[in-house]
T-cell receptor
Framework: EAGVAQSPRYKIIEKRQSVAFWCNPI?????LYWYQQILGQGPKLLIQ????????DSQLPKDRFSAERLKGVDSTLKIQPAKLEDSAVYLC???????????FGPGTRLLVL | GNSVTQMEGPVTLSEEAFLTINCTYT??????LFWYVQYPGEGLQLLLK?????DKGSNKGFEATYRKETTSFHLEKGSVQVSDSAVYFC????????????FGKGTMLLVSP
């Protein structure tokens, strides 16, 4: 079966610009996660969706980050405006109903100059 | 709160050497424990997991045993290969229904021929 798809793979922007990342989870996976992975650190959860509802967004910097999963399938994460400290890899993951194992996409590497 | 502590890297080994990467955790409740591996330029892949005390997870020659008494989940492999060079992340999730993962900082493994 196809894995978690993400695009773009790489993005370079200047600070104060906006950027959007897209994720398509594994078919049938109700739960979708966005993580931020700063160089040298483990991934940190930004937001978690169950179908099209938000389960946990306590770590999401809501003044600049937003995410949506309108039809309960694919999802978009947006940063507006970007800061230098947003440079990181943004990972999307999904999991099947009632299953705790998460499957990760290849990530989007963001560099903010 | 929940946390995962891993030994700092890089761990540098020669091919066929024995590998141990230490992982300890703090959790409120009874977590499931995971090891994920991240190869250069790729997303995270599940390596193995254990869901209750004394369980042993294994995959591709890697093993880890869930030790509740020492709150540990150390990763071992009897004979490493150059292709095992990657970053290894220990993680936990509480069986609370929504499976949020808490990651350690990761340990880089470098295996030389």
């Amino acid at each position: 079966e196809a894995g978690v798809a993400q695009s773009p793979r790489y993005k370079i922007i200047e600070k104060r610009q906006s950027v959007a990342f897209w994720c398509n989870p594994i078919s049938g996976h109700a739960t979708l996660y966005w993580y931020q992975q700063i160089l040298g650190q483990g991934p940190k959860l930004l937001i978690q969706f169950q179908n099209n509802g938000v389960v946990d967004d306590s770590q999401l910097p809501k003044d600049r980050f937003s995410a949506e999963r309108l039809k309960g399938v694919d999802s978009t994460l947006k940063i507006q405006p970007a800061k230098l400290e947003d440079s990181a890899v943004y990972l999307c993951a999904s999991s099947a109903p009632y299953q705790e194992t998460q499957y990760f996409g290849p990530g989007t590497r963001l560099l903010v100059l | 709160g929940n946390s995962v502590t891993q030994m700092e890297g890089p761990v540098t080994l020669s091919e066929e050497a024995f590998l141990t990467i230490n992982c300890t955790y703090t959790a409120t409740g009874y977590p499931s424990l995971f090891w994920y591996v991240q190869y250069p330029g790729e997303g995270l892949q599940l390596l193995l997991k254990a869901t209750k005390a004394d369980d042993k997870g294994s995959n591709k020659g890697f093993e880890a045993t869930y030790r509740k008494e020492t709150t540990s989940f150390h990763l071992e492999k009897g004979s490493v290969q150059v292709s095992d060079s990657a970053v290894y992340f220990c993680a936990l999730t509480l069986n609370s229904g929504y499976s949020t993962l808490t990651f350690g900082k990761g340990t880089m493994l470098l295996v030389s021929p």
